[in-house]
């Protein structure tokens, strides 16, 4: 049990790594990665919403009717939602600011969804769990290594610490959106470059 | 009226909600492939969201307002819109199959759309009137279904391409949607 435990948590941080290898969720990574700062935040509360949501589709799994349950899972999903949204906006004010509209875009995020439909609804708790926590980490890895990319050429600083020397000239390219966009296309070329052995 | 025609051009041109804003990127490189497809979904997102960005308008402003329950938004508007689509869907089938048929497999997919919630939300957050928040719906989700047209028939061409083939598929698709974005830089700063 303890060994298909931790292959459900590891599967979602290479095999199954959410936005390239799912490639679902993408507005958000494209679209909070403009710093690590808030990659790292939208990464954190991803990973409470699918965790919880997870957990609970599990539990309640033999009590949903299959005919409504994309309903259920949208509501239970909202709820986490609504959580983080209550709780970054009491403790971390100016991140919830930054952030704005795409924390309860979480909903609409495919990756909660599709791991309630797909996995959670059919599996234990304990299983989804691990699965939801994977999966979790591996989008917010991902979002990281996005951001911090573009964050270093866009900006030249990284978590708003400055890398380069006073010459360096910062590639606005990466900040902006059309960066955005050939960045994580570029990103997922490498993936498959490597993922194919 | 010329400050909502404004409006409308700033939405589809210098604020585009997929080039952007970033919002519906999913439907966008899920459904471009084919021009077909394209125009269908476009049209879908056109008319499920301005009917959304109305219903969920009077929502707040006449249910949730009152009653002190804003913190209710997100969960209230994905409901009404799920339902709405629901009820979309079915009045078409019945009353206009011809546009049924058009739409059809597009509708279910639009609640899951995040254009829809996120044009929804922004108007709240705005604090847009009614009829702003109609020109705003009607102008956002134009920007979307004419990036998306766009878009496809630019990937079209790309089918005749030879792509190398770890770039295949969704990686020369962002690429090139990191293309068209540099296109629409340059209405910035139009309005």
Known sequence: MAKTLTQEFVKGLWAEIPPFRLVLGLCPILAVSKTVENAVGMGIAVIFVLVCSNILVAALRKIIPSKVRIACFIIVIATFVIVVELLMQAYTYPLFLKLGIFIPLIVVNCIPLGRAEAFAYKNGIAASAADGLGLGIGYAMSLTVLSSIREVFGNGTFLGATVFGPSFQPFKFMVEAPGAFVCLGLMLCIMNAMGKK | ?191
């Open chain 2, 1 to 191: 009226m010329g400050e909502y025609v404004q409006m409308i051009i700033g939405f589809i041109l210098v604020n585009n909600i997929l080039l952007m804003q970033y919002l519906g990127n999913c439907p966008f490189l899920g459904t471009s492939k084919r021009m077909e497809t394209a125009v269908g979904m476009a049209m879908a997102v056109v008319f499920v969201l301005v009917l959304a960005g109305v219903i969920t308008w009077v929502t707040e402003m006449y249910l949730l307002k009152p009653l002190g329950l804003e913190y209710l938004r997100t969960m209230s508007f994905i409901v009404v819109i799920a339902a709405l689509v629901q009820f979309v869907e079915m009045f078409l089938k019945k009353s206009v199959p011809a546009l049924y048929t058009g739409l059809g497999i597009y509708l279910p997919l639009i609640t899951t759309n995040c254009a829809v919630l996120g044009v929804c939300l922004i108007n709240i957050n705005e604090e847009y009137n009614f009829l702003q928040t109609i020109v705003s719906s009607f102008g956002y989700s134009t920007g979307f279904g004419f990036a998306l047209i766009l878009f496809a028939g630019v990937r079209e061409r790309i089918l005749l391409a030879r792509v190398p083939k770890a770039l295949q598929d969704t990686s020369i698709g962002l690429v090139t949607a990191g293309m068209l974005s540099l296109a629409f830089f340059g209405f910035k700063g139009m309005i």
